[in-house]
């Protein structure tokens, strides 16, 4: 589930803009615009976020009678975030009169044309194909209480098995609590471990704590290979910054999460505030565990990772939103 919203607003003399939106291949909304004009979408599962906006309407004899004829796009919302149009917004001037057909970065559309933005192609998809046979997790892959899933912050580098966060929060709860971290990991290999633990083993409560949501996975020639955050094949991504990433996967999630729900318990949380924050803006904050900030905490001996007094609070407040222990 995905919901778009749109503000725009026209100023005009004596004839208002035509404006068409498409979404994806499909076309959500034809008509006039005079004057404000909020618009709201439900729109289904993509991968590639595009929207075009195609603005119509100022002939010759407005342009001779030097009339206004303005659509601006004022605001584009996706899942509850606020995307960055005037900075990723491009206007294709088409089919006016006197003028040649150009492009410009703008949210005023003073000609006839398409307005459009993109987002980085963003999906959950991975593969888990024979990974838990060679992963080294904490725990071995079985039925318990509750399961956790996550990067090395949940696997615990430089800490001992009893230091981590599920370890600390199987001392609270008095309940099995495994620990599936994977060091490296991302939201594509964690997704889609999840959904193997799923279809072979049971659980009452699955606890996901996800790293930066640029770390992915992605197909090249036909393999999988792991995107970290400063990869030359982030870039895009990183220009267009953490909002465009989590609108973008925020449905997707959300969605997964549902079916998730329908078997067993699930919560997510992040140890990256500023996203955090964005996740809480969406759909999903239904789902979402409580934040602990680690900057004020001791490191593990590496300086990155977060240290055991880290993880003995954060499985207190973890057993504390679960209402254990």
């Known amino acids: 589930m995905n919901l778009l919203r749109l503000s725009l607003e026209s100023t005009y003399d004596s004839s208002p803009p035509d404006c068409e939106i498409i979404f994806c291949g499909k076309s959500l909304f034809k008509g006039?615009?005079?004057?404000?004009?909020?618009?709201?979408?439900?729109?289904?599962?993509?991968?590639?976020?595009?929207?075009?906006?195609?603005?119509t309407g100022k002939t010759l004899a407005l342009v001779?009678?030097?009339?206004?004829?303005?659509?601006?796009?004022?605001?584009?919302?996706?899942?509850?975030?606020?995307?960055?149009?005037?900075?990723?917004?491009?206007f294709h001037t088409r089919s006016n009169p006197?003028?040649?057909d150009n492009t410009a970065q703008t949210n005023q559309l003073h000609l006839n044309g398409i307005w459009t933005l993109n987002l980085p192609e963003r999906t959950i998809l991975g593969d888990v194909s024979n990974r838990p046979d060679k992963t080294e997790f904490r725990n071995n892959l079985q039925d318990c209480d509750i399961a956790c899933f996550g990067c090395s912050q949940t696997w615990g580098s430089c800490l001992s098995a009893n230091e981590t966060w599920p370890a600390r929060l199987q001392e609270n709860a008095n309940l099995s609590v495994m620990n599936y971290g994977v060091r490296g990991s991302n939201i594509n290999e964690i997704t889609s471990l999840v959904d193997h633990y799923i279809e072979n083993y049971k659980t009452d409560t699955i606890l996901i704590y996800l790293p930066h949501s640029m770390r992915?996975?992605?197909k090249i020639n036909?393999?999988?290979?792991?995107?970290?955050?400063?990869?030359?094949?982030?870039?895009?991504?990183?220009?267009?910054?953490?909002?465009?990433?989590?609108?973008?996967?925020?449905g997707k999630i959300y969605n997964w999460l549902e079916n998730i729900s329908s078997k067993t318990r699930v919560y997510f949380g992040t140890y990256h505030r500023s996203e955090y924050e964005l996740f809480k803006q969406t759909q999903l904050k239904k789902y979402m565990m409580p934040f602990l900030e680690s900057?004020?905490?001791?490191?593990?001996?590496?300086?990155?990772?977060?240290?055991?007094?880290?993880?003995?609070?954060?499985?207190?407040?973890?057993?504390?939103?679960?209402?254990?222990?």
């Open 222 to 250: 036909g393999e999988w290979k792991r995107i970290i955050l400063y990869d030359a094949m982030t870039r895009d991504l990183i220009l267009h910054g953490s909002e465009h990433s989590i609108a973008s996967l925020s």
């Open 64 to 90: 001779e009678n030097n009339e206004k004829h303005i659509l601006r796009i004022v605001n584009v919302n996706l899942n509850g975030i606020e995307l960055k149009i005037k900075e990723h917004g491009l």
């Open 216 to 218: 992915r996975t992605i």
């Open 98 to 100: 006197y003028v040649k």
């Open 295 to 325: 900057s004020h905490y001791p490191k593990a001996s590496d300086g990155c990772h977060h240290g055991p007094e880290f993880n003995q609070d954060l499985a207190k407040i973890f057993a504390e939103f679960l209402k254990i222990g």
């Open 32 to 55: 006039k615009i005079t004057g404000e004009t909020n618009l709201e979408f439900t729109v289904g599962d993509f991968d590639n976020f595009d929207l075009k906006i195609v603005k």
